[in-house]
């Protein structure tokens, strides 16, 4: 992986502050999606973001992707963005 991801910090619903790196992003639906990891390292975990904000808010709220089905079709779509990165 490369070392030159962009890093975003996210403020947890409890106020705590975790950093992200962002892998690759897409639309989907009009839905905006993220592919982030805890580190930049070779074998780091990833998580897909759904942006949830309303037109309202003053800055973007993400969540975890849980449905499957959804998880799938966003993880099919990274997958061929990211051809050279495995998504589990």
């Not at 490369?2 to 403020?11: G, P, R, S, V």
């Not at 930049?40 to 709220?61: N, R």
């Amino acid at each position: 992986m490369e070392n030159n991801q962009e890093e975003i910090k996210f403020t947890t619903e409890d106020g705590e502050e975790v950093a992200f790196y962002v892998l690759e992003q897409t639309r989907l639906g009009g839905v905006n999606y993220i592919l982030v990891s805890t580190t930049d390292e070779e074998e780091a975990e990833a998580l897909i973001l759904k942006d949830v904000s309303k037109d309202t808010d003053e800055e973007a709220i993400y969540d975890i992707v849980e449905d499957d089905q959804e998880l799938e079709l966003v993880a099919g779509i990274f997958k061929e963005l990211l051809d050279d990165v495995e998504l589990y």
